[in-house]
T-cell receptor, first 110, second 120 residues
């Protein structure tokens, strides 16, 4: 089953913050986050491996709560370059193929 | 460029023709994954291959679709007798290790730029 992402879309002005959530109905071993710009390849942002772990990529950070089976991606002081569609991916019990959420489209305006 | 290389970037076929999509993984990567993405949707897993072996093809349609990753050369995703519903972006990803979440590995999958397949 694919993870569920929310919200579906968010519009921000430069400098504003946003949170993207990713939840699963099954146990999560890890959560992968990617960003995809229109017509381009998904670009790897980070992997969350342990419960409660926070990782950062520039001013983008994330947390992972194993017990709640969810992860959140935090966009802080957003920049125009943050625009794109963010996907979370979760590996299955065989630990290789990723199930991706439907994506959250982020639009950052000047 | 040592990234994942896919070609062609765009492919147009008429219904009933064959489509061949190629993927060369990153240097040092021996694991290849194919995903399909329909417009405005997420990525759907199709198949996972290692050199000369198909490990998991549970996401592949049972008919017309096949994949290989020979000892030499790129991985090939082959679609026979294409239909309009095959129109999509097909992405290939590679990784150096199989274990991605369990244990200590933190190796991500690196994606190529994709092949946009259009069926007339």
């Amino acid at each position: 089953q694919q993870p569920v992402q929310s919200p579906q879309a968010v519009i921000l002005r430069e400098g504003e913050d946003a949170v993207i959530n990713c939840s699963s109905s099954k146990a999560l071993y890890s959560v992968h986050w990617y960003r995809q710009k229109h017509g381009e390849a998904p670009v790897f942002l980070m992997i969350l491996l342990k419960g409660g772990e926070q990782k950062g990529h520039d001013k983008i950070s994330a947390s992972f709560n194993e017990k709640k089976q969810q992860s959140s991606l935090y966009l802080t002081a957003s920049q125009l370059s943050y625009s794109g569609t963010y996907f979370c991916g979760t590996p299955d019990e065989n630990d290789y193929k990723l199930s991706f959420g439907a994506g959250t489209t982020v639009t950052v305006r000047a | 460029n040592a990234g994942v290389m896919q070609n062609p970037r765009h492919l147009v076929r008429r219904r009933g023709q064959e489509a061949r999509l190629r993927c060369s993984p990153m240097k040092g990567h021996s694991h290849v994954y194919w995903y399909r993405q329909l417009p405005e949707e997420g990525l759907k897993f199709m198949v996972y291959l290692q050199k000369e072996n198909i490990i998991d093809e549970s996401g592949m349609p049972k008919e017309r679709f096949s994949a290989e990753f020979p000892k030499e050369g790129p991985s090939i995703l082959r679609i026979q007798q294409v239909v309009r519903g095959d129109s999509a972006a097909y992405f290939c990803a590679s990784s150096p290790t199989r274990r991605q979440g369990l244990g200590n590995s933190n190796q991500p999958q690196h994606f190529g730029d994709g092949t946009r397949l259009s069926i007339l």
